[in-house]
C-alpha cells in the first residue's frame, strides 16, 4: 500500500465538505493508487492503462456556456457554443458538490499557459485518481514555492460517477461539461474521458485570452529550429499534429494549445502531451513510443495477459490515447516558448483523395481553409459512414471556440501578415483514390515535404516550380527532395482523369457549402480563397 498524507486543505468554499483529500500527490502515487483500487491496469511498458467507460471521447453536444452578462453578447451561440440558465447552474452544481461530499476526492492545483505574463492558475478536483493523475500530466506544475502562495483562479470539479437528470437539470442527457465565466468554474460529470478536463480549460482560454489579452489562441502544435524558427501545425485529431511536431531535428513546444502574442511568440498552454496512439509504432513514431513508460497513462487500449499493448487493436475506440508529461519527450523547447513563427502547416487528411500533398497558399487562401477548417471522415469511424464524409471545423477547432470563427481568423491574418509567414496546406490522407481505393499518404514522404520547407528548399511561386490546382487553385510544387515526383501531383496518381475531376469537384462543392454560413462575415478576398469552379 502507498502511504499516502492527507496534506490540511479546505474545499469548504466550494461546498465539499468532510471530504478526505488526497491533495498534489506525485505522479508515483496517483498510479500507485489507481492500481489499489483496481481502476486500472500496468502495462509492460510502465504506463498506466485504464478505461473511461461510457465515453471514449468528447460529447460535443453536451458542452455548455453559462448565458450571463459576461457571455451573452461575446459568444457566438450556435449549435457548438450552447447556452446553460445560471440558476441551472448552481442547482447542478450543488447536486455535484454534495456528490463529492464526505467521499475520497484528489485535488491539484496547477496553471496553463506557459508566459508568465498570461498565467491561468487552476484546482482540478477530481472523483478518480487516474484522473488526478491526467491534470499532472497535462497541466503545468508548480514549483513548491509557488504552491506556498497559490491562489487558484478557475476551479476544475470532475466528477465521473455523477450522472445528472436531464428532465430536471437542464443538460441533454447525463454527462455534461459546463463553463461558468462570473463564477470561473468548469463542471464535468457523468464521463471519465479525461479529455474534457484539459479541454474545458482551452475552452475557456478561448474566450479569455482573445477578449482580454488580445492573444489568439491556436488549436494547434509548434516546434522551433536550431535557428530559432518556429513552426505551427494545424489541424484535426487524427491528422497529424503530433507526430509531425514531434521532430528529433526540432524542439517540440507543444502538441496542441497554444497562444500567439503581440510580441510575436508562441507559448504552450499545457504542460504534457495527449496523443492518439492507433496503429502507433516505434519504427514510425519512435518518440511518442518512448514517451509511454511509468507516468504516462493510456486510455481505452487492450493488451494480452503480460500487460503488451495492441496498438492496433481498436475494439474499444478508434480514439485510444495516451497522456504524459512534455518531458517524457527528450527534444523540448524550454521553456515552452518560440519566437519568429516563419511556416503555419494546415493538417487534413484528405480521405477522397485529390488535394496535394503539399500546396502553398495565398493569404486570402490561408484564411479560407482556417476558416473552413476541413478533414474527411473515413468508413468505419462512425455508425452509418460508409463512404469519405467532408468534415469542417471552424479554426481546427470549432468545437472549442467560443467567438464567432471569422473573430479568430481575423486575428490569423493579421499575425501572419505582420510576421510575413508562408502557409502550407498538408494533406497526410489518401493519395491514388479515396479511402478504399488510394492508399494513404506515407509518413516519411510528408516528414520530408514538412523538411523541405523549413529547410527553405521548396522556393517561392514560379510557373516552372509550382502547378496551380485547377479546382483547388493551390500552389502544387512540381518536385521536392526526397519524395517522388508522381505523388506531388494527385490527378496524375489517379491514372483516371475523370474519376479524379468528378470526386474533386464534389470536394469543391462541400467547401463553397459549407463556407456559406460565413460569406457574410467574410471580405470578397477571404471568399476568393476558396474553390472558384462548381461542378457541371
Not at 486543505?9 to 508515483?28: E, F, H, M, V, W
Not at 529550429?225 to 489541424?235: N, R, V
Not at 496523443?275 to 513510443?289: D, H, T
Not at 501578415?417 to 488510394?438: D, Q
Request: net charge negative.
Amino acid at each position: 500500500m502507498v502511504d499516502i498524507n492527507t496534506k490540511s486543505i479546505s474545499l469548504n468554499s466550494l461546498g465539499i465538505k468532510n471530504a478526505t483529500i488526497r491533495y498534489q500527490l506525485t505522479s508515483n502515487e496517483l498510479h500507485q493508487v489507481t492500481l489499489q483500487k483496481e481502476q486500472g491496469v500496468e502495462s509492460s511498458l510502465g504506463a498506466i492503462a485504464i478505461n473511461t467507460g461510457e465515453f471514449t471521447g468528447r460529447s460535443p453536444m453536451d458542452r455548455f456556456i453559462v448565458k450571463d452578462e459576461i457571455t451573452k453578447d461575446e459568444v457566438y451561440w450556435s449549435n457548438i457554443n450552447l447556452p446553460f440558465d445560471d440558476n441551472k447552474f448552481d442547482s447542478l452544481y450543488n447536486k455535484v458538490v454534495n456528490y463529492l461530499s464526505e467521499k475520497e476526492i484528489f485535488v491539484r492545483d496547477s496553471y496553463a499557459c506557459v508566459d508568465e505574463n498570461y498565467k491561468l492558475n487552476i484546482r482540478v478536483v477530481n472523483e478518480y485518481p487516474w484522473s488526478n493523475m491526467f491534470a499532472y500530466n497535462m497541466f503545468l506544475r508548480p514549483t513548491e514555492d509557488e504552491l506556498q502562495n497559490f491562489t487558484p483562479e478557475w476551479t476544475v470539479i470532475n466528477a465521473p460517477g455523477f450522472m445528472a437528470d436531464a428532465a430536471v437539470d437542464g443538460t441533454r442527457q447525463h454527462n455534461f461539461s459546463i463553463l461558468n465565466f462570473s463564477k470561473k468554474i468548469a463542471l464535468i460529470g457523468g464521463t471519465g474521458y479525461t479529455g474534457e478536463i484539459k479541454k474545458g480549460i482551452f475552452y475557456a482560454l478561448n474566450f479569455i485570452l482573445p477578449v482580454y489579452k488580445n492573444i489568439l489562441p491556436m488549436h494547434c502544435s509548434a516546434n522551433v529550429g536550431k535557428e530559432g524558427d518556429t513552426a505551427i501545425f494545424f489541424g484535426l485529431s487524427g491528422t497529424g499534429k503530433t507526430t509531425l511536431s514531434t521532430d528529433p531535428n526540432r524542439s517540440l513546444i507543444g502538441d496542441d494549445e497554444h497562444g500567439w502574442t503581440a510580441e510575436n511568440t508562441v507559448f504552450n498552454f499545457e504542460g504534457g502531451c495527449y496523443a492518439k496512439v492507433i496503429n502507433l509504432s516505434q519504427e514510425q513514431e519512435p518518440e511518442i513510443f518512448s514517451a509511454i513508460k511509468k507516468g504516462a497513462i493510456l486510455e481505452n487500449v487492450i493488451m494480452d495477459d503480460n500487460g503488451a499493448v495492441d496498438f492496433s487493436d481498436t475494439s474499444i475506440t478508434q480514439n485510444t490515447r495516451v497522456s504524459y508529461p512534455i518531458y517524457h519527450i527528450n527534444n523540448i523547447q524550454k521553456p515552452s516558448i518560440g519566437k519568429n513563427p516563419k511556416n503555419i502547416f494546415f493538417l487534413t487528411a484528405d480521405a477522397f483523395g485529390v488535394l496535394p500533398p503539399i500546396s502553398k497558399l495565398t493569404p486570402s487562401q490561408a484564411a479560407y481553409h482556417f476558416i473552413s477548417g476541413y478533414t474527411a471522415k473515413v468508413a468505419g469511424t462512425e455508425a452509418g459512414v460508409t463512404e469519405p464524409v467532408p468534415s469542417f471545423s471552424a479554426c481546427f477547432g470549432a468545437p472549442f471556440m467560443p467567438l464567432h470563427p471569422t473573430k479568430y481568423a481575423e486575428m490569423l491574418s493579421k499575425k501572419m501578415t505582420e510576421a510575413g509567414v508562408n502557409v502550407w496546406l498538408v494533406n497526410t490522407g489518401w493519395s491514388g483514390g479515396k479511402y478504399g481505393v488510394g492508399r494513404r499518404m506515407p509518413l516519411k514522404y510528408t516528414r520530408a515535404m514538412i523538411t523541405a520547407v523549413l529547410n527553405g528548399d521548396l522556393k517561392d511561386y514560379t510557373y516552372e516550380d509550382y502547378h496551380i490546382h485547377s479546382v483547388f487553385g493551390v500552389a502544387q510544387p512540381r518536385s521536392c527532395p526526397g519524395v517522388p515526383t508522381e505523388l506531388l501531383s494527385p490527378r496524375a496518381t489517379w491514372n483516371n482523369d475523370d474519376a479524379y475531376y468528378e470526386t474533386a469537384f464534389k470536394l469543391s462543392n462541400a467547401f463553397r457549402n459549407n463556407f456559406k454560413q460565413f460569406e457574410e462575415f467574410a471580405s470578397e478576398e477571404i471568399r476568393r480563397g476558396g474553390p472558384q469552379r462548381y461542378a457541371y
